[in-house]
């Protein structure tokens, strides 16, 4: 998370703001008890999820990049949880089924959060980001290119804003608590790769409005686009970032 000048709290060079408040704790676990199966947290910190995490009985891998916090929360886990000195863009996912939590260093939110989307055997992933990246990712107010290219593999939902004051030191924005779902069956079958690299040429194409984005990819009849837009009731004049999952979706198997 973003830093600041602060003789308590993390590293200013790792970014580190510790989550402290006991009500943000409890939303976490709650979160996690939904859930089934291992769990990985990226930046314990401390340990303030850690260690009522650990006391679940869960089998429990915490990666934390900071050397000295790694040991000292080595010691305090019981057996069953244990911490790995890594950078988590590095770390090497389990390949079983298993469950991702996380309070997210600000700065790099998007790119853990790339990492994590695709590493392809976790279920459910809690996690603690900007307030703002959590309702881009969960699509209020408009979806981003990275929520609309995952969106057939994952659901994103936002929970709740989580003061500043909940971190020491405090940053200087609110966080958000997200959750990222792998959905039992994709919305769009077959090639991941394809299906994206057609929202990236939507996202950025040239043209107002979605149709005549749409109509200058060169993968639409006119007359079939006209009445998928019809049937979707989307305006013509609507932008990539109004679509919803399913949208998104049915407009891949009309290109298909």
Do not use: C
Not at 204 to 209: A, C, K, L, N, V
Not at 225 to 231: G, I, N, Y
């Amino acid at each position: 998370m973003p830093h600041h000048r602060s003789m308590v709290g993390g590293r200013h060079e790792l970014g580190q703001n510790f989550l402290t408040d006991r009500t943000v704790i409890a939303s976490i676990e709650a979160l996690v008890a939904a859930t089934s199966g291992p769990i990985v947290e990226i930046g314990p910190g401390d340990g303030a999820l850690t260690l009522p995490l650990s006391r679940t009985g869960r089998p429990l891998t915490a990666v934390e990049i900071d050397p000295r916090r790694a040991q000292r929360l080595q010691r305090r886990l019981p057996r069953g949880a244990h911490v790995v000195n890594t950078d988590v863009l590095r770390y090497r996912f389990p390949r079983e089924p298993h469950v991702i939590v996380g309070n997210l260093p600000f700065h790099l939110t998007t790119t853990i959060m790339r990492r994590v989307l695709a590493a392809d055997r976790w279920e459910s992933a809690v996690l603690l980001v900007q307030w703002e990246v959590a309702r881009r990712r969960a699509g209020v107010g408009g979806a981003t290119l990275l929520t609309a290219s995952w969106w057939p593999w994952y659901d994103f939902a936002l929970h709740s804003r989580v003061p500043a004051r909940a971190f020491r030191p405090a940053p200087s924005v609110d966080g958000g608590l997200l959750t990222m779902t792998r959905r039992p069956e994709p919305l769009v079958p077959g090639d991941r790769h394809a299906y994206q690299a057609f929202v990236q040429r939507v996202f950025t194409g040239p043209g107002r409005g979605l149709r005549e984005v749409l109509t200058r990819t060169g993968h639409f009849d006119r007359a079939a686009l006209r009445d998928w837009l019809r049937a979707e009731r989307v305006p013509p004049y609507a932008l990539p970032k109004d679509l919803t999952a399913a949208q998104w979706a049915s407009l891949w198997r009309l290109v298909r």
